[in-house]
């Protein structure tokens, strides 16, 4: 059984940086892309960053790029997020997710295990 566990979230002020940690049960996390989804209250849950298995692709959408940088740590089984310059509109509950194979993926239906999630919240 695959688990994922968020952390990392809370209150910061807009401009702000936290960062999200994602651990991983099993031995193959190593041979899949990981991802990091968002979903803010009434919105549909959209894609933030994905990372590919070897870490050296990396993918983004366009109201994060610049400010968030996902990377990953195969021996730690651990996945991170650096949120920097938070702005308000980044208030959101953090979802981090597995690929269902080794590539990027901006689809949520192309990853099929899921954390909790982690609450992040922008004061301005």
């Known amino acids: 059984q695959v688990q994922l566990v968020e952390s990392g979230g809370g209150l910061v002020q807009a401009g702000g940086s936290l960062r999200l940690s994602c651990a991983t049960s099993?031995?193959?996390?190593?041979?899949?892309?990981m991802a990091w989804f968002r979903q803010a209250p009434g919105k549909e849950r959209e894609f933030v960053a994905a990372?590919?298995?070897?870490?050296?692709?990396?993918a983004y959408a366009d109201s994060v790029k610049g400010r968030f940088t996902i990377s990953r740590d195969d021996a730690k089984n651990t996945v991170y997020l650096q949120m920097n310059s938070l702005k308000s509109e980044d208030t959101a509950v953090y979802y981090c997710?597995?690929?269902?194979?080794?590539?990027?993926?901006?689809?949520?239906?192309?990853?099929?295990?899921w954390g909790q999630g982690t609450q992040v919240t922008v004061s301005s």
């Open positions: 997710a597995r690929a269902r194979g080794s590539y990027v993926a901006r689809n949520r239906h192309d990853y099929d295990y």
């Open positions: 099993g031995r193959t996390f190593s041979i899949y892309a």
């Open positions: 990372i590919t298995r070897s870490g050296a692709g990396t």
